[in-house]
């Protein structure tokens, strides 16, 4: 019993720590920067769940909720481009390019927060995930010194779905150590100033 109690522990936390940050695209707080975080290509186009992700995007920048998108994904090599292939789908959905601002290492969810955070210089935010994984990204960003609400893409409970809710019991552990220990991103780098001439262009 004890050990079931520890084991549920992170995901406790993570459930409370993102307990009142969650919005729908309708009635979320206008909000100068949206943050949507990579989730696989398929033949170098966004995978159905990122495209879901990019459309609520680009809803709220449509709609006059969001100013400027910051698309963070996975860079590592030269044949897997996330957020390229991101800002790309939002240019076909409406989102100028000149609003779309990419973070090239963004390799897991903290790294994402904390680069957010410490390399564009983002000190508040709407999240935009899966509905499955909203609740992470926004406790890792509460804890990288961002001021979060998250907005949760519905999709369809089909196998790639029950397999991420499953994988996010198991990901709350690494997420509560991050959140403790805070360490730096696989790759930090200087300060970038795309999300402030973004917003600048946007007036």
């Not at 459309?55 to 994904?73: E, F, H, P, Q």
């Not at 090239?104 to 994984?133: E, M, N, P």
Request: charged share 25%.
């Amino acid at each position: 019993m004890g050990l079931c109690v520890l084991a549920l522990l992170p995901a406790t936390w993570m459930f409370l720590t993102a307990d009142g940050r969650l919005r729908t695209p309708g009635d979320v707080p206008r909000t100068e920067v949206a943050v949507v975080f990579g989730a696989g290509l398929w033949d170098g186009e966004p995978s159905p769940y990122l495209a879901h992700r990019l459309d609520t995007a680009a809803l709220l920048y449509t709609t006059g909720r969001i100013k400027v998108v910051l698309v963070t994904g996975d860079n590592s090599r030269k044949d897997y481009d996330e957020p390229d292939a991101m800002r790309a789908y939002l240019a076909r959905h409406g989102v100028p390019g000149r609003r779309v601002v990419t973070d090239y290492a963004g390799f897991d969810t903290w790294d994402s927060c904390i680069r957010a955070r410490k390399v564009f210089g983002v000190r508040r935010a709407v999240l935009i995930s899966q509905d499955f994984h909203i609740r992470r990204a926004v406790a890792l960003c509460r804890a990288a010194g961002l001021t979060p609400y998250g907005v949760g893409v519905a999709d369809v409970r089909d196998t790639t779905w029950y397999y991420g809710a499953t994988r996010e019991l198991f990901a709350a552990a690494k997420a509560a150590v991050d959140a403790a220990v805070r360490p730096d991103p696989r790759f930090l780098g200087p300060r970038e100033k795309g999300i402030a001439e973004a917003l600048a262009r946007a007036g």
